[in-house]
């Protein structure tokens, strides 16, 4: 089963007069056989994206276009999509097998043929002995393959994934992340799957569109959002630790950290600069592009994360880095950093410039 290609475009949903669209204008393309993430806070209407797209909610505005063709006014159940959502919500009262036959059942394939089929998707979801077992007896990771093989099992044109890992234990869920790219390389399916989790996000989507209360902020490769995040909020919902605010003039990001010079050209005027911990390095006081202090250490893993608070003439400024394996830098001591040039990225000053970040657990924190 090759998948479809999704596009949506405009996509507005308004609960009702007088309150903001739980969903404003939403664009996106899921071109066939990729997989694309949707990532974002709670409440910021990722699953209205889904709903709306699976038919089970009516857009306000906008149209969902499935290889071309508008599904305004089709039904859920002959759109082609298949939704696994973060509760399996598989028939307590049937066997495994008979759940993944189920649809198959309903759309009239004979019993036999619809259980040998459930067989097939439930060896993909490598649950190939649990056939006959009650669902009551599988622990929640394999309910969740059970779901998993339920929805591929309808051969959807596009499946839909609703925080469907979000509930399960980290090693579970990294199970079920190689899981389904195994599943992607063997039957190419296209997947359109929303997560409030950026390292999930990370693992499973060829792209990734951010979203915050309702609006589409930025569409990119991962990596690409990383690294040149469009904005506070974008860099900060990927997990972003340090904003420098300052003032960018000729070319150069001027604050507490000194005169730094930007690797791309970025308009003048009052700008924050954002460098991801995992670019930063710390060497001996001297070293780097400006010395500091180390504030704080928390181990994660093998890697530790420092803050370094840096005072300069112009004010006070705090920088996050993550060491090397094999480093070690007690609080207090007086380190140099070095902010590689490549890794420098400016963003507007917006209405959240200024406030501390939150802080966003890392997943061996979470
Ligand atoms: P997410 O999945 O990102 O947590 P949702 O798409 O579920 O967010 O919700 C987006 C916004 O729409 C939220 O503010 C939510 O309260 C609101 N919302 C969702 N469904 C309804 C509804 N049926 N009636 C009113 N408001 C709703
Ligand atoms: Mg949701």
């Known amino acids: 089963m090759s998948g479809g290609s999704l596009r949506l475009r405009g996509l507005t949903r308004v609960h009702g007069a007088g309150t903001p669209p739980a969903l404003d204008g939403f664009d996106l393309d899921v071109p066939s056989g990729a997989c694309v993430g949707i990532l974002g806070p709670s409440g910021s209407g990722k699953s209205t994206v889904l709903r709306l797209t699976a038919g089970l909610d009516e857009p306000t505005s906008g149209s969902v276009l499935l290889d071309g063709v508008d599904l305004a006014g089709v039904a859920p159940e002959r759109r082609g999509m298949a939704m696994v959502f973060q509760r399996p919500l598989l028939f307590p009262h049937m066997t495994v097998r008979d759940n993944v036959a189920f649809a198959d059942r309903v759309r009239g394939v004979p019993r036999r043929q619809a259980r040998g089929r459930a067989d097939e998707y439930l060896h993909l979801v490598q649950l190939g002995g649990f056939g006959d077992r009650p669902v009551r007896a599988l622990s929640g990771g394999q309910e969740q393959r059970v779901a998993l093989a339920r ?158 608070e840096v005072a300069g003439p112009a004010g006070a400024a705090s920088v996050d880095a993550e060491l090397d394996p094999r480093q070690d830098v007690p609080t207090g001591r007086t380190v140099g950093l070095r902010l590689p040039v490549e890794d420098r990225w400016v963003v507007p000053v917006d209405g959240r410039a200024g406030e501390p970040a939150q802080p966003v657990p890392s997943p061996s924190e979470a």
């Open 151 to 308: 929805a591929l099992a309808a051969e959807p044109r596009v499946l839909l994934l609703d925080e469907a890992f979000s509930a399960l234990d980290a090693g579970l869920r990294e199970e079920m992340h190689e899981l389904l790219a195994d599943l992607r390389m063997r039957l190419d399916p296209t997947i359109l799957l929303v997560t409030h989790d950026h390292a999930e996000a990370d693992a499973l989507a060829d792209t990734v569109a951010v979203l915050d209360d309702g609006r589409l902020l930025q569409t990119g490769p991962m990596r690409e959002l990383y690294a040149r995040p469009a904005s506070l909020s974008v860099s900060r919902l990927l997990g972003g630790r340090t904003e420098v605010t300052g003032v960018v003039r000729d070319g150069r990001h001027e604050s507490a950290l000194g005169s730094l010079e930007l690797p791309s050209s970025a308009p003048s005027g009052p700008a924050v600069l954002v460098v991801r911990h995992e670019a930063v390095a710390v060497l001996p006081a001297g070293d780097g592009d400006v010395d500091g202090t180390v504030v704080r250490v928390r181990r994660r893993g093998l890697r530790s994360l420092v803050t370094v």
